[in-house]
């Protein structure tokens, strides 16, 4: 299996190549080649596997696909490793819950940071370190988090060798309970930079540093954001397990709601509906910030400026430049790597926008690919959250709230499986104005944002992530 760049990049690389690299040298996010076709009878055996020897056992079947530079038993033994009960407190990984009639949500928040990235994130720890085990080398991780990525970076990445972590966030605009997950680790080999801006001031910082080709090459710099295919691809999985618990046949479709600032998680959907899982619709759920809701209703992709980007309830989805989009855009114009350069490059970076909604190919998006779209917003979540919670009994979090709002507008006669972002406690000032009183909190996060704070400030300046990369790493 080889990869190529979104921008058209001659060079073709295998999968530890770019689980060590991040952006392609031309700026492009790379691909597969092709995307691995799952047939009937594959399915079938899929299921028989998921049902019969769990979801470690899915991940390998499904990561070598993908993956043929790690052995096969040693590709096993890292998902054996990183899918257990201890890990992920429940042997299902990903368990169903129903909501209500034709309606389900996808448990995904179990892991040791209460948040759906986990699920990629543990597996990428493991393999960094695998790889940079065998090539007896180091990696520097340079990321940008709305929220929840940090948190999961860095709980699975501390104490690793080889790895160290320098995490950027925007100053101020986390949830507190965000904000002491990841500040209050003292472990050294993880750095957290508050910055003064929002997080594509970050995302912005963490891509030029990706684009300086001698100072990554000098320092060793990989991501771990989604930008990253092999967190990515690791998301793929879950979209089958989702499937294989609602339905009882092949013949079944299913559709997804997916909350959605970044593009990654719903991103790892089209890879798997791409690849046959039989998938009716992609529902692309966001908040006030509703880019890509915007792009799916008119064709147009307009990013906002930095004083534009809003401040909501659901924060992890406080992005207006979805730094996956692109890898859905390639797709969507047939592969067309110049063009997608175009439009990214000469479109996004220099006018702000692109607009493709003369273009017959849009209407592809959703006959084609089947992205639908909606927008919630802080009335919506906290109505969500009281409705769910009256009528169910259930606590959900605010951006799973946007999920299941957008997802009732797009329900058809196949289940409608949503996504759980994350549990309730990391969004406690929302809940308790929803409902009057605080979420449930798991023990060991009993008095987590009275911890002492490991936090380094400063302005969204590029010069400055660099000399503070450098001082901490010569």
Known sequence: ?????????????????????????????????????????????????????????????????????????????????????????????????????????????NGPTLAFKDMAMQLLGNLFEYELGRRGETLNILGATSGDTGSAAEYAMRGKKGVRVFMTSPHGRM???????????????????????????????????????????????????????????????YYFAGYLQATQSNDQKVSFAVPSGNFGNVCAGHVARQMGLPIEKLVVATNENDVLDEFFRTGIYRVRESAHTYETSSPSMDI????????????????????????????????????????????????????VSGK??????????????????????????????????????????????????????TIEEALGRLPDRPAKFVGIEDLPKRVHRMPADVDQIKAYIAENCD
Request: aromatic letters at 10%; hydrophobic letters at 40%; charged letters at 25%.
């Open 175 to 237: 949830s507190p309970f965000q904000q002491a997950q990841m500040f209050s680790l003292q472990d050294e080999n993880i750095h957290n930079i508050a910055v003064d801006g929002v997080f594509d001031d970050c995302q912005d910082m963490v891509k030029a540093v990706s684009n300086d080709h001698a100072f990554k090459a000098r320092y060793k710099i990989g991501t771990v954001n989604s930008i990253n295919w092999a967190r990515l691809l690791a998301q793929v999985v």
């Open 320 to 371: 207006s430049k979805a730094s996956n989009f692109e890898r859905f855009v390639f797709d969507l114009l047939g592969r067309d790597a110049e063009r997608t350069r175009q439009l990214f490059v000469d479109g996004v970076a220099r006018d702000g926008f692109f607009d493709l909604s003369g273009d017959p190919l849009f209407a592809d998006a959703a006959a084609r690919y089947g992205f």
């Open 1 to 109: 299996m080889l990869y190529l760049s979104t921008r058209g990049h001659p060079e073709r690389k295998r999968f530890c190549d770019i689980l060590l690299a991040g952006l392609a040298p031309d700026g492009g996010l790379y691909l597969p080649q092709s995307y691995p076709q799952i047939d009937a009878a594959q399915l079938s055996e899929l299921r028989r596997v998921y049902h019969e020897q769990g979801y470690a056992e899915l991940a390998f079947r499904i990561l070598s696909l993908y993956i043929d530079d790690i052995p096969a038993d040693d590709l096993r033994a890292l998902c054996a490793k990183t899918y257990t009960a201890e890990v992920f407190g429940t042997g299902e990984i990903v368990p169903l819950r129903h909501i209500e009639d034709g309606l389900w949500l996808e448990a995904l928040s």
């Open 376 to 429: 919630s917003t802080h009335a919506d979540r906290l109505a969500t959250i009281r409705d769910v919670f009256q009528r169910f009994g259930m606590v959900i979090d605010t951006h799973t709230a946007d999920g299941v709002k957008v997802a009732r507008e797009h329900k058809g006669p196949e289940p409608m499986v949503v996504l759980e972002t994350a549990l309730p406690i990391k969004f406690a000032e």
